[in-house]
């Protein structure tokens, strides 16, 4: 096992990564922007080294300072978090080109899934659903026009390079398909530097449903279930849970499967999620995550599986401490994500927590990096605490968050707490009757 390991990261997953270390004996060291010198993390860590000013490229992005960082404390293993570097693959190869070992999957992995046509092709050899398509990058304007005879209209051009719903064009019929491809293409071009395209048929009501996978070094590749992710706000999800309310026990255990054959077969290594528009009973793979996810407490909640910890195990060369036929999924999770914005406008609203009291009781998780008289900054996700609720079904975990938020006090900035209070009300989210544009055609006319 590990002696140290280095949280390259902020907020409540740096505060996550150290209590899975601590409840390891692990050591830990947390690097921090100048503007975060008072953040929880650093209070928290055995040790804190300051890696540059705010703006992400100086400090978080930083490759060169944080391998330095690890290197005078002597760290012998670096946790990415999410967003950041936790997907960069050149960061990952350099972290154990410069002897530490990288908390997550092999480079080759991350890369590959990074592609989103690579991606796709990938996973459809290994057996997972896709949707229909072009068979890879579409290159002209004919050949595209093809490819949605076939699959019919309407259709979604995406960037091979993309993700997150950036540089995306539904086509709905032939007449518009030559402007649509051109402007994806400079979209694509303009945003990731990479103008490949390829095109699907455009499912108009799905759910976003992914599915936790995890792989060790020994072979063995599981899934922990699912969580049902389709409350979300321009590609950023609010609420989470699982399981899905509306996939029945034999679907997920079909999914399940071929997602944990998959990375079996891949070789896999670490937690990872893949990710499915889910319509009509029907699966089709979107894109899988190579990090650990914001919403990976929900999992947690129904698996009681520390999904933290077992990240760690697997990079320091242990199997999974869970085999796959004692998993058993218990009850209903729920999580909220509390931003520090205002709950009508989106608009972000940083400055200093004044008055702070978290929710507790049986079932209730919350976890945040602030405290009482601490300063939001300006220069970062607002993202300040995720609210967790787990209960024996749906309708306990709502009415245990309902009673949770209502304790939550955050006082001094705004945050997305009374939105989440007004989803709740909603009749279509009680029924679980919700699609992936359910939340902003609502919001619409709120
Ligand atoms: C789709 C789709 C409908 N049909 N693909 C958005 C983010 C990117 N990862 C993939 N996305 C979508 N791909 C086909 N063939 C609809 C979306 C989509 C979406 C997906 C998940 C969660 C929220 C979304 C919001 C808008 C569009």
Redesign the pocket.
């Given at each position: 096992m590990f002696k140290k390991v280095l949280i390259a990261n902020r907020g409540e997953i740096a505060l996550r990564v150290i209590r899975a270390c601590k409840e390891m004996g692990v050591q830990t060291v947390a690097v921090h922007s100048t503007a975060d010198a008072n953040a929880m993390a650093v209070r928290l860590a055995d040790e804190s080294v300051c890696i540059g000013p705010p703006p992400g490229k100086d400090s978080y992005l930083n490759i060169p300072s944080i391998l330095t960082a690890a290197a005078i404390t002597g760290a012998d293993a670096i946790h990415p978090g999410y967003g950041f570097l936790s997907e960069n693959a050149q960061f990952a190869r350099m972290v154990e080109e410069h002897g530490f070992t990288f908390i997550g999957p092999k480079p080759e992995h991350i890369e590959k899934m990074g592609d989103k046509v690579t991606a796709k092709k990938t996973v459809q050899a290994l057996g997972l659903p896709v949707?229909p398509?072009s068979p890879g990058a579409v290159e002209s304007v004919e050949d595209g026009l093809e490819i949605c005879r076939d699959a019919g209209f309407p259709v979604?051009i995406?960037a091979a390079s993309?993700?997150?719903?950036k540089g995306?064009q539904v086509v709905r019929a032939e007449e518009e398909f030559e402007e649509k491809f051109n402007t994806a293409r400079s979209e694509a071009k303009a945003n990731f530097g990479d103008d490949t395209v390829y095109i699907?048929?455009?499912?108009e009501k799905?759910r976003?449903i992914e599915i936790q996978v995890f792989g060790d070094t020994h072979g063995n590749a599981i899934h922990l279930g699912e969580r049902d992710?389709?409350i979300?706000r321009r590609?950023q999800k609010l609420v989470e849970e699982a399981p899905s309310p509306v996939l029945p026990e034999d679907k997920r255990n079909e999914i399940g499967a071929l997602a944990a054959n998959m990375v079996r077969e891949m070789g896999y290594i670490g937690a990872g999620t893949i990710?499915f528009?889910y319509e009509n009973g029907e699966f089709?793979f979107?894109?899988m995550n190579t990090r650990i996810q914001v919403e990976h407490p929900v999992t947690e909640m129904i698996t009681g599986i520390d999904l933290i910890a077992e990240q760690i195990r697997v990079a320091a060369g242990q199997p999974l401490s869970v085999k796959k036929d004692r998993i058993r999924l218990r009850g209903h999770a729920i999580e909220v994500r509390i931003n520090a914005e205002d709950p009508d406008t989106f608009i972000p609203s940083p400055g200093k927590v004044t008055q702070f009291h978290t929710p507790g009781g049986l079932g209730v998780r919350f976890d945040s990096a602030i405290y009482q008289g601490y300063t939001i900054p300006p220069y970062y996700d607002s993202m300040i605490g995720k609210l967790i609720v787990h209960g024996r079904n749906r309708e306990e975990c709502l009415r245990r968050l309902r009673r949770a938020i209502m304790e939550t006090v955050v006082e001094g900035v705004k945050t997305t707490l009374p939105l989440h209070l007004w989803i709740l009300d909603q009749e279509e989210f009680k029924t679980g009757d919700y699609t992936?544009?359910w939340l902003e055609n609502k919001l619409a006319d709120r």
């Amino acid at each position: 096992m590990f002696k140290k390991v280095l949280i390259a990261n902020r907020g409540e997953i740096a505060l996550r990564v150290i209590r899975a270390c601590k409840e390891m004996g692990v050591q830990t060291v947390a690097v921090h922007s100048t503007a975060d010198a008072n953040a929880m993390a650093v209070r928290l860590a055995d040790e804190s080294v300051c890696i540059g000013p705010p703006p992400g490229k100086d400090s978080y992005l930083n490759i060169p300072s944080i391998l330095t960082a690890a290197a005078i404390t002597g760290a012998d293993a670096i946790h990415p978090g999410y967003g950041f570097l936790s997907e960069n693959a050149q960061f990952a190869r350099m972290v154990e080109e410069h002897g530490f070992t990288f908390i997550g999957p092999k480079p080759e992995h991350i890369e590959k899934m990074g592609d989103k046509v690579t991606a796709k092709k990938t996973v459809q050899a290994l057996g997972l659903p896709v949707v229909p398509g072009s068979p890879g990058a579409v290159e002209s304007v004919e050949d595209g026009l093809e490819i949605c005879r076939d699959a019919g209209f309407p259709v979604l051009i995406k960037a091979a390079s993309g993700g997150g719903g950036k540089g995306m064009q539904v086509v709905r019929a032939e007449e518009e398909f030559e402007e649509k491809f051109n402007t994806a293409r400079s979209e694509a071009k303009a945003n990731f530097g990479d103008d490949t395209v390829y095109i699907e048929k455009y499912l108009e009501k799905p759910r976003h449903i992914e599915i936790q996978v995890f792989g060790d070094t020994h072979g063995n590749a599981i899934h922990l279930g699912e969580r049902d992710c389709s409350i979300q706000r321009r590609h950023q999800k609010l609420v989470e849970e699982a399981p899905s309310p509306v996939l029945p026990e034999d679907k997920r255990n079909e999914i399940g499967a071929l997602a944990a054959n998959m990375v079996r077969e891949m070789g896999y290594i670490g937690a990872g999620t893949i990710e499915f528009l889910y319509e009509n009973g029907e699966f089709y793979f979107m894109e899988m995550n190579t990090r650990i996810q914001v919403e990976h407490p929900v999992t947690e909640m129904i698996t009681g599986i520390d999904l933290i910890a077992e990240q760690i195990r697997v990079a320091a060369g242990q199997p999974l401490s869970v085999k796959k036929d004692r998993i058993r999924l218990r009850g209903h999770a729920i999580e909220v994500r509390i931003n520090a914005e205002d709950p009508d406008t989106f608009i972000p609203s940083p400055g200093k927590v004044t008055q702070f009291h978290t929710p507790g009781g049986l079932g209730v998780r919350f976890d945040s990096a602030i405290y009482q008289g601490y300063t939001i900054p300006p220069y970062y996700d607002s993202m300040i605490g995720k609210l967790i609720v787990h209960g024996r079904n749906r309708e306990e975990c709502l009415r245990r968050l309902r009673r949770a938020i209502m304790e939550t006090v955050v006082e001094g900035v705004k945050t997305t707490l009374p939105l989440h209070l007004w989803i709740l009300d909603q009749e279509e989210f009680k029924t679980g009757d919700y699609t992936i544009h359910w939340l902003e055609n609502k919001l619409a006319d709120r």
